[in-house]
């Protein structure tokens, strides 16, 4: 029988392979503005298992999806806390961290779980910060309707924890882009020895996300005048309408009922209501009494 969480969902195992996909999905739907407060709503969560299950044929659940989020969170922050620390570095190339011995056995005594950091340090170490940062803005959680609130005490737990406590350490490449950073202690960096892989300078990036959320504000600018376009034209009264000529009729006064009749089977055309309407109005009564 498999085990379950404490809210009662099924544990499922996430390979390898499949983490790296789902971390690359949400970093996506996180570049899209998609993650407003600490977590997404239920419709991007849906998006995302859609996503998860054609890319590596792993089916979840959106609670499932969401406690594998926040325990990403968690270990983030853990190894942030880590790298915070003075005396430790991280090889970000050879993902390994160094301390002396020393230093590992004081700081185990107060975190103990971050032994797993011993002999690797933490894939993706980017790409996490970039999706958790943006979940510290806010002062206080709050869930929309169509939001999913969490689901167990742990994940109540990790939210409040985490909501107003981001931490995350920059290594990211220089400047000019010819070498990677090695983390020493209170964000402190020098240069590590292992060749850079290839990818844009820091500045590039903040200038492209700049970017993103320029376009991403205008798109919502224009939809939002579009609505307010069609909402306009939708009750805006119609030109050469039946009512308009009803109108004028009814203010030259003394039209009889025949007349009238007949003018309404010609008015059904939008081409003799044109005329009607444009016509100066003392050539209107002569071709009422023509009908």
């Not at 915070?84 to 056995?105: C, K, L, Q, Y």
């Amino acid at each position: 029988m498999a085990s379950k969480n404490v809210d009662g969902q099924e544990k499922i195992s996430w390979p390898q392979r499949q983490e790296t996909i789902f971390i690359h999905i949400l970093h996506e739907h996180v570049k899209k503005g998609d993650l407003q407060t600490s977590t997404f709503k239920m419709k991007v969560w849906a998006e995302i298992s859609d996503e998860l299950y054609a890319q590596c044929g792993l089916k979840c659940t959106i609670p499932q999806l969401k406690s594998k989020f926040n325990r990403l969170r968690k270990v983030h922050r853990d190894f942030s806390d880590l790298l915070e620390h003075t005396g430790f570095g991280w090889d970000p190339i050879a993902n390994t961290v160094t301390a002396s011995e020393d230093v590992w056995a004081s700081y185990l005594k107060s975190k103990p779980k971050a032994k797993q950091f011993r002999t690797q340090g933490l894939e993706h170490y980017q790409l996490l910060g970039e999706i958790f940062n943006t979940t510290t803005a806010t002062g206080q959680l709050h869930y929309a309707s169509s939001q999913l609130p969490p689901n167990s005490d742990d994940e109540r737990e990790l939210e409040n924890n985490f909501l107003n406590t981001g931490v995350h350490i920059d290594v990211d490449l220089d400047d000019d882009g010819d070498s990677p950073q090695l983390v020493s202690g209170k964000g402190k960096r020098k240069c590590a020895t292992a060749a850079a892989p290839e990818r844009r300078p820091k500045k590039w990036e903040k200038m492209e996300s700049y970017l993103d959320v320029c376009s991403e504000v205008m798109s919502q600018k224009l939809q939002r005048e579009k609505e307010k376009s069609l909402e306009a034209s939708s009750t805006s009264k119609e030109m050469y309408s039946i009512e308009e000529c009803i109108e004028i009729v009814e203010t030259m006064g003394d039209i009889d009922n025949d007349t009238f009749n007949k003018m309404l089977e010609k008015i059904v055309l939008i081409e003799w209501r044109k005329i009607f309407v444009t016509m100066p109005a003392t050539r209107r009564r002569a071709w009422l009494a023509s009908l």
